[in-house]
């Protein structure tokens, strides 16, 4: 525990400055965790970090993770989705070439793992520059992951019974899955209310937001279960070990790498 709470501490002393300074420094932040999480991707599946493999696995992420307008210095025909494309044909080309060492099934795996984990942390960056207090945007993002997280931990210990999916999560119970919406739910109006006594807002109503905060907790609930299920298959019981205690970048954000495109899609926020 002691260790858990000195890594939670040092962690947000270098993230929340980050955070609060945005731009290039959060570009670079996320940029950062996309590439710890595919490289976590590849050590659960035991893969080697030194290979081709990593590599185009790398690029593809990061190609999601970066600001669209990274793209602006290349030809007007270059895009985001050309080049994603194009290191798809590099990994299917290599499945040939290394003979099937590398199979149809890990590409698809790195490719998925490129989606899932760049664009989840580009959506981060994008919250963050989002014109329309982006900063406080953000801030209501981690007020509902965090707070369905400590509502499900802990309601689920003081009174869950009922197993919620114990195949995948064997310690979930559906009591802390409602208390943590009705958790969210409750440090959502206050942070709302707090935002309205100070003049912010994001352009739609306090009611809707909190309203959205209801369906951004059971999405973030199902970015936990998702990363549960892949770490199962994978036989192991973190994602990583970059944070002690608290286990890898994956492990920190798997709920986030739902609940934020679902924010920046409904507000329509491009990065």
Sequence with gaps: ???RTITAIIALCLFIPIVLAGGLWMDWLTVLFAAV???EIFLMKKQILVSFNFLLALLATLTWTVPDSFFKV???NITKLGVFYGIIMLFLTW????KN???FDDVGVYILAALYIGIGFHYMAAIRAYPQNGLALLGCVFVVVWSTDIGAYMIGRKIGKHKLWPVISPNKTWEGSIGAVVCALICSAIYMAILGSLGINFGVSELTMIILAFFLSIVGQMGDLVESAYKR???VKDSGKILPGHGGILDRFDSMLFVLPVVATILGIVH
């Design 37 to 39: 999480g595919i490289s």
């Design 1 to 3: 525990m002691k260790q």
């Design 95 to 98: 499945t040939v070439l290394s």
């Design 101 to 103: 060492k590398t199979t």
């Design 74 to 76: 290349f030809p007007s």
């Design 233 to 235: 298959f994978y036989g």
